[in-house]
């Protein structure tokens, strides 16, 4: 069990990584991983997910390519990760869906941002980077993964090794988002 100081650590380590080193992650790594994602709450435990963890050289360059975008020039950085992590929804449970309707909400879309972020930690804790990848061709990723067209790729999640230099963050003041009792 981790307690609440050495978490806080573990947040504040983690940094979005576009820069990584020529060495392989271990398996055992990327399985811990994703069982964390695996694991993660998720509204009526609709559990609205997939993740395709790609890792073969010339698939990771296809997928690493449908999240680039020449004219804006983001994402290049990708093409250096070892394993890409690809988040695809999934339909959620009746449950689920009823309260979307009800509270016009798509909890699926917040079910899978819980279930990336605790990946995340969890790479970060076993000393990898990564990058939560928002810029992606869906229609690309889903053609050379053989992933369903029903189904919707939200994010790619690229992970390795990185030279680990923690930058400082940029975030707004306490004061500015957290209030107690009151807006």
Not at 4 to 33: A, C, F, H, T, W
């Amino acid at each position: 069990m981790t307690n609440g100081g050495r978490m806080l650590s573990l947040m504040k380590n983690r940094q979005s990584e576009r820069k990584y080193i020529d060495r392989p992650v271990e398996r055992e790594k990327i399985e811990r991983i994703t069982e964390v994602g695996r694991l993660s709450p998720s509204a009526c435990n609709g559990q609205p997910w997939h993740f395709v963890v790609v890792d073969e050289p010339a698939l990771r360059n296809e997928v690493a390519a449908a999240t680039e975008s020449v004219v804006l020039r983001m994402n290049s950085f990708v093409r250096e990760a070892p394993v890409l992590i690809v988040v695809v929804r999934e339909k959620s449970n009746f449950n689920s869906r009823a309260g979307d309707l009800i509270k016009q909400k798509d909890y699926s879309l917040i079910d899978i941002g819980i279930a990336t972020a605790s990946m995340v930690y969890q790479a970060t804790a076993e000393g990898l980077g990564t990058c939560i990848i928002g810029w992606v061709d869906d229609r690309r990723i889903r053609k050379a993964l053989r992933i369903p067209s029903s189904k919707k790729v939200e994010l790619v999640i690229s992970v390795g090794y990185t030279e680990n230099r923690l930058r400082e963050k940029s975030r707004k003041p306490p004061d500015n988002v957290i209030t107690f009792n009151r807006y």
